[in-house]
Every structure is written in structure tokens, then in C-alpha cells.
């Protein structure tokens, strides 16, 4: 039988991206955790050379990079298709994931989330020249977004694709600061959000540190 599983920390939105894709192909995984700093550490450094969550091991082979891990796990699962067949909707979907990874990410995750919710959490004052400094950032990826999705369902057509699944975690942890103002010329932006995380599979393998309140 195949052993599928990711090792990823807690509240990891690229960890929470490769589970949601896994629970959306039917593939059961294991989550073993690999708590924060121990990521910098062997034996997570033999698997991940750059440090970072997640990584996959399906029955010993060893992937890391999320974008990788959804390209491989929907070749390997066809069904439902994660990326869509119409080469325009295509191309949007690799661009969304592109601003996720090369802008939208950094500026979201440590420059806004790491300062508001995990810096706080650790009794720290957030840096507001960083909070500050990512916020333009933030707010050029949500009109980008928000211009993908149009009228349409999902961020690249009227199905699930793999833009969705990485374009989600880091807006519902926007979500729960007080940048979440940053969203507010963008009621379609919520309302896919809302829609994306009443799906079984985000719901299944949402982070405690994801929920409200
Ligand atoms: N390009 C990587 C990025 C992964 C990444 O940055 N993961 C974060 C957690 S969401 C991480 O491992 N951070 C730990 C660190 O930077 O020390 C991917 O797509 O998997």
C-alpha cells in the first residue's frame, strides 16, 4: 500500500496548500510535524536542503517546493484536474501562483501575518516600518487577484486549479489582521474566500492558528 506523507509546522500556509490538494485527490497522508526550528535542523535538512516546509515523501520519493508537489500530485491523481486544459485560464493560474511566490507571499507572510499574529503571539511588538513597507505589496497582489477572478468562480476559470490552493492559506491569515481593510474594494476576494474555505478539503486540514477567535 502507499504511504503518502508531508512533513510541515504547524500553521504552515505552503504545508496547508499541499494537504488541501492532497485531501482534494482523495490521496490519505500522514502530517508529521516538524516543529519550528527544527526545520533548520537534520534530519529535515537532509530533506529540505533550503530549510523550508513542506516536503513530500510518497512511498520514498522526496519532493519539496509546493508548486512541485501539486504539478506531481496532479499527474498522479488526474481526477479532479487541478490545472485547467484552456491554455488563457492556464496562463493565469501559473501567473497567480508566480505573484504568490515571488511577491505576494513575502510581503504577506512575514512582512504583515509574522508582525500582527506570530510576533504578538511570542509577546513581541509588531514592526510597523515592516508592516508598512509590505503593504503595497499586499495591496497590488489583492487587485491583481481580484482582477483574475472577474466574475468567475475560481481565481483561474469556473474550476479548482492549483492557484486557489496556494493563493488561499495566506489570505485567510491576512484575513484575521487589521490589514484585512486591504480587502475591503475587493468584496469578491472574500466572498472566494468564503467559498474556498467552505470546502471539505480546507476545512479537513485547517491550522489551529487559521481559526477565528
Ligand atoms: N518555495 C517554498 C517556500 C516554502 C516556505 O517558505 N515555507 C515556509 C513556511 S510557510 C517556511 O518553511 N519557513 C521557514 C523559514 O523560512 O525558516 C515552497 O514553495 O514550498
Known amino acids: 500500500m502507499s504511504r ?31 516543529a519550528f526550528g527544527a526545520h533548520l535542523q537534520p534530519p529535515h535538512r537532509e530533506r529540505h536542503p533550503f530549510a523550508k ?10 519532493l519539496y517546493e509546493t508548486q512541485a508537489i501539486l504539478r506531481y500530485i496532479d499527474q498522479l491523481v488526474p481526477s479532479p484536474p487541478l490545472q485547467p486544459s484552456d ?51 499586499v495591496r497590488t497582489a489583492l487587485s491583481e487577484l481580484d482582477r483574475f477572478l472577474g466574475d468567475r468562480q475560481f481565481l483561474a476559470g ?26 475591503d474594494p475587493h468584496p469578491r476576494l472574500r466572498a472566494w474566500c468564503e467559498r474556498m474555505s467552505s470546502r471539505d478539503s480546507v476545512r479537513e486540514t485547517e491550522p489551529q492558528l487559521a481559526r477565528k477567535g
Do not use: C
Open 158 to 183: 469556473d474550476r479548482l486549479t492549483m492557484a486557489d490552493i496556494m493563493v488561499l492559506p495566506i489570505v485567510r491569515y491576512l484575513l484575521l489582521t487589521p490589514e484585512a481593510s486591504l480587502f
Open 87 to 137: 491554455p488563457r485560464d492556464a496562463a493565469r493560474m501559473n501567473q497567480a501562483i508566480g505573484i504568490l511566490d515571488a511577491y505576494f507571499w513575502r510581503a504577506a507572510g512575514p512582512g504583515v501575518v509574522g508582525q500582527r499574529l506570530f510576533a504578538v503571539m511570542r509577546g513581541l511588538a509588531p514592526d510597523e516600518a515592516v508592516v508598512q513597507a509590505a503593504v503595497p505589496v
Open 4 to 34: 503518502t506523507i508531508i512533513y510541515g509546522t504547524p500553521g504552515s500556509t505552503y504545508t496547508w496548500s499541499a494537504q488541501i490538494a492532497l485531501v482534494e485527490k482523495k490521496i490519505p497522508h500522514e502530517l508529521v510535524e516538524v
Open 53 to 62: 516546509v513542506p516536503v513530500l515523501d510518497h512511498d520514498g520519493f522526496v
